[in-house]
Structure formats: C-alpha cells, structure tokens
C-alpha cells in the first residue's frame, strides 16, 4: 500500500509551523553569515536576517542543503512509515537544490523530486496541493502527473525598491537596474513557469501604479477563478504590503487559503529588502 509524504524546501516560503501544520516535511537551505551556516527560519528568522543586513548593509550568501541533509530527512520520512516521497523543490535556475534531490536515493523509499521552475510561495503552493492530492486519496504516480500538468498555474509577482541585489545575483540584465535608479521607477518582475526564470512585465514610476498593476495582474489571472490559493509576501516590514493587501481584498476573500509572510533569508539574500508582491495558485 502506498504511503506519501510530501517534503518542501525552505525557497517555497512555507515555515516550519505551517509545514507542521500541513502535514508536510521541511527541508532548509542555508544562509552564510560570516562564515557560520544558518538554517533557513530555523536557525534564522525573517526579522533576524533584515535585521543583519540593515545594521551591516551587506547580503550574506545562500548555498543548498548538504547531500545529508536530504539522506537524514529521507531515513526520517522512510522510519516514519512512508514508502514514497515527493520533493518540491526551488527552480532549478535559482538552486541545485532539485538537482541534488533528484539524485539522492534511500534505500526503503521511492522518490520522485519537482523542479517547481518557481520560487516563494508559487512553489510552496504546489506543495500544499500535492498534500491535498495526497489527502484525496490519489496515487503516487497520479500525482506526479497533476503537479507536472500544474506547474504553470502557480505563479508570482513581486516588485523591489532596488535592482542592486538581483542583479548582482546575475538574475536581471544590469542595464534594467540603471534604468530603475535613474527614473525612480518601480519594476513589476515575474517568473515565467515555462522556462523558470525572472521576467520584467512593467516599470512604472511611484507606488500607486505599481500597486494598479498588481491589481490589473490579479484581474488578468484571477477574475472569475473558484479555487485557488493567495499569498502576500513582503522583504522586511514594509507598509506596501499592507496596501497591497487592501488592494486585492476581493480576490483574498474568494481565496480558499490566504496566506501572508515574509519572505525567507534565502529568497531574501537575492532580492534585498523591500520586496513585495502576491502569488496565486489556481485548481480550477
């Protein structure tokens, strides 16, 4: 008889309470401050990384699970009572992470890893709703197939008061931070699902047009949607993301789960303080 469980890296934003809460293993990757290696939310939280780079005004770096790591989680899940496991994992354009799954094997247990070719909670969603195929009584091969089939129904966009950090991360041309710093302007920046990398949809000048473009994408995606997933998500405390919240009431009140954080060190280490956005994921 097939038992699954479902594991989720710590790039998909789901914290290790609602992981617990959810019924989903946690795995976390890593963030390098000067020179000791911290969990992700577990050994560093949100606060406490913003906090760092706010007094030190520098980016710690970010590197993968250890082989270990994923070895230990796999005995854990297998002692557990499971003879299945999938792993969501960070796309594999932004981490090894999926790579390093997709190759580890333990013995007593099959796997089967997913490139989400996204990162937040657009990757974390597919993990809420692999739990729920889990709970649904699908097969482990039934839902190898409706995550792979969904993959491109999870998505996010988010904006940043600053290019400085993505693109020193090699993620956006330099040329789109010059332009953001010379006009004061804000970028709307997507990951595309289809190739899993970042994408400039828009640079508007000031916060209440980035604010109707995110409500302009919440209707382009969203307008008469009956079940799906919200997620606000915001780098550091910032009062945008309470706006945006307010902004896009009518689509979280239709939401079947709203959810809203931080983001974690390790997203945060690439993109820097003051990020914010939303994510969806629609089943329907």
Not at 35 to 47: A, Q, T, Y
Not at 59 to 74: F, G, M
Not at 100 to 107: A, I
Request: net charge neutral; charged share 30%; with cysteine.
């Amino acid at each position: 008889m097939e038992k699954i469980a479902i594991i989720v890296d710590s790039g998909a934003d789901i914290s290790p309470k609602l992981a617990e809460e959810k019924g989903i293993y946690y795995l976390p990757l890593y963030v390098n401050v000067e020179g000791e290696f911290l969990r992700d939310r577990i050994d560093i939280s949100p606060e406490e990384f913003y906090d760092y780079i706010k007094k030190k005004n520098y980016l710690p770096k970010t590197s993968l699970p250890a082989p270990y790591d994923v070895i230990n989680l796999l005995e854990k899940v297998r002692d557990d009572g499971y003879n299945k496991a999938i792993i969501i994992c960070i796309g594999s354009n932004f981490s090894g992470t999926y790579n390093l799954c997709k190759n580890t094997e333990v013995s007593g247990i099959e796997t089967f890893a997913l490139d989400s070719k996204n990162l937040t909670m657009a990757e974390g969603f597919l993990a809420i709703y692999a739990k729920k195929l889990v709970d649904e009584g699908k097969s482990f091969e039934e839902i190898k197939d409706l995550l792979e089939k969904s993959r491109t129904s999870s998505r996010v966009f988010f904006t940043l008061e600053s290019f400085k950090y993505i693109i020193e991360g090699g993620r956006v041309p330099k040329t789109f931070g010059k332009l953001s710093d010379a006009l004061s302007v804000k970028p709307l920046v997507t990951v595309n699902p289809e190739d899993g990398k970042f994408h400039l949809k828009k640079l508007v000048r000031g916060e209440k047009k980035i604010l109707k473009q995110f409500y302009k994408t919440a209707v382009e995606n969203l307008e008469g949607a009956k079940d799906y997933y919200m997620f606000i998500s915001k780098g550091d405390g910032l009062e945008l993301a309470d706006k945006l919240e307010e902004n896009l009431k009518e689509f979280i009140s239709g939401a079947k789960l709203f959810i809203k954080d931080q983001i974690s060190p390790t997203l945060g280490a690439n993109t820097g303080p003051g990020l914010c956005g939303f994510a969806f994921f629609r089943m329907d």
